[in-house]
């Protein structure tokens, strides 16, 4: 664990190599969590592969689900200082970067922040966090799977008054999690995991399916997940200090010109649409970008192209052979 601020602790852990090419990987969320799979991307005879939490989610303390967490000290702004505390703490000069969904716009985001701390990044289902972003995953891909969307609407209607067309949806369930009603924050978080596990797991291979409502990830963490996730979109993540950089990330993605990038995102992900990828590159046209037709926000193929990329940093330091998708 390292001490960060604010009365957080941030856990971090290492793997592979002690002596190879630093990688960070940053989870998505905003308030997910480390899976052990993220070591299989990275070769660890070439690697030293690194993991954190973010705060607030995981084994970082304290969690949002308790009374003791505090949103006005958990801000983009933070996330990237906490990141570079890390690199500081294990004196590591620069690294590689490998964020996924919500870890892209972090990587982005400390990538502006700390240029010359970076070598390269890979991003996978790639976001930008924009305010189109924030409004189309909240509500926006509810006219896709309108009965699920229904289901959480009636339930955030049920705890806080909330009705289609008064104010945004990301607001009311934001306002229940941050509350002090218990039984509110549960049920709230419950109906907030199921829709997200309708529309995240399109393109995924049917044995990789879960059954929507099953969530496997232990209460405390989905009512974490769902007080961050909320947290952040309410704030669009948001287009103001302590958060991103004014005008967005999208204002400011030419600074990362000559700056090693590989994106790696689905046709089908319905989530976070392939126009964000396709934009961020627009603007970094030296950048790579996979687009695996078959898969959406995630998808073995989409995991393969990441290895590959990895593998073609540790050699080259480019990802010039990463290939294509499927």
């Not at 070769?43 to 303390?61: K, N």
């Not at 964020?99 to 390269?120: D, E, F, I, K």
Request: hydrophobic share 40%; proline share 6%; glycine share 12%.
């Amino acid at each position: 664990m390292l001490t960060v601020g604010d009365g957080h602790q941030v856990y971090w852990e290492s793997s592979g190599n002690p002596d190879g090419i630093p990688a960070l990987y940053l989870h998505g969320g905003p308030g997910g969590s480390l899976k052990p799979g993220y070591r299989r991307h990275f070769d660890p005879a070439a690697y030293r592969i690194i993991g954190l939490q973010q705060r607030g989610a995981g084994r970082s303390t304290p969690s949002a689900a308790s009374p003791a967490h505090r949103p006005e000290h958990n801000t983009t702004e933070h996330l990237v200082r906490d990141i570079e505390a890390l690199r500081a703490h294990l004196g590591i000069e620069s690294w590689l970067l490998a964020g996924v969904s919500w870890g892209s716009t972090l990587a982005l985001q400390y990538a502006l922040a700390h240029p010359g701390r970076v070598r390269g990044i890979v991003l996978v289902a790639v976001t930008t966090t924009s305010p189109a972003e924030v409004d189309w995953i909240t509500e926006g891909v509810g006219a896709l799977y309108p009965e699920a969307f229904q289901s959480l609407c009636d339930v955030v209607t049920t705890h806080s008054g909330w009705r289609p067309g008064q104010g945004h949806l990301i607001d009311a369930v934001a306002g229940v999690m941050t509350g002090d009603d218990a039984e509110a924050r549960l049920d709230v978080a419950l109906a907030w995991m199921a829709w997200e596990e309708t529309h995240i797991q399109i393109g995924l291979p049917v044995a990789q399916l879960r059954p929507v409502g099953l969530c496997e990830a232990p209460i405390e963490e989905q009512i974490a997940f769902t007080t961050l996730v909320s947290h952040y979109w309410s704030h669009h993540a948001a287009q103001a200090t302590g958060w991103v950089p004014d005008g967005g990330l999208a204002a400011h993605l030419q600074e990362l010109r000559g700056l090693p990038i590989c994106m790696i995102h689905g046709r089908r992900d319905v989530s976070d649409p392939v126009s964000t990828p396709w934009a961020v590159k627009r603007e970094l046209p030296a950048a790579e970008l996979h687009v695996v037709e078959s898969e959406g926000h995630g998808g073995p193929h989409m995991m393969e192209l990441w290895c590959r990329a990895a593998d073609s940093f540790a050699v080259t330091g480019t990802f010039a052979a990463v290939g294509g998708g499927a």
